[in-house]
């Protein structure tokens, strides 16, 4: 599966982004899907993710601020952002895999898809 983010950009503090992955070549269906962000300087990191079971899981950073849903086929998974803060710019990254299970859902190790990136930019 290819997966095509989308959805990033140059936004004030306190305003809000939705970012988009779609999947070609197959669905989400069966997967687990998850959104990271890498600011310069830094380790990847997990923002929030749907597992095999249709979970929804987030990081402790941004409970409250994001929501993931995903479309009714399954094609495409959104991560709504709001209240964004300067520390949110980070390039943001999808992925996906049939193997994910709960308790690695934060490891970038257990994704065996991913895609582009998309750049948030929070200005003060």
């Known amino acids: 599966v290819q997966l095509q983010a989308s959805g990033g950009g140059l936004v004030q503090a306190g305003g809000s982004l939705r970012l988009s992955c779609a999947a070609s070549?197959?669905?989400?269906?069966?997967?687990?899907v998850s959104w990271f962000r890498q600011a310069p300087g830094m380790e990847r990191a997990f923002v929030g993710g749907i597992n095999r079971s249709g979970g929804i899981f987030y990081a402790d950073s941004v409970k409250g601020r994001v929501t993931i849903s995903t479309d009714s086929a399954w094609n495409t998974v959104y991560l709504q952002m709001n209240s964004l803060r300067p520390e949110d710019t980070a390039v943001y990254y999808c992925a996906a895999g049939s193997s994910v299970i709960s308790s690695n859902l934060q490891s970038t190790s257990a994704y065996a898809y991913w895609g582009q990136g998309t750049l948030v930019t929070v200005s003060s």
């Open positions: 070549g197959r669905t989400f269906r069966r997967q687990a």
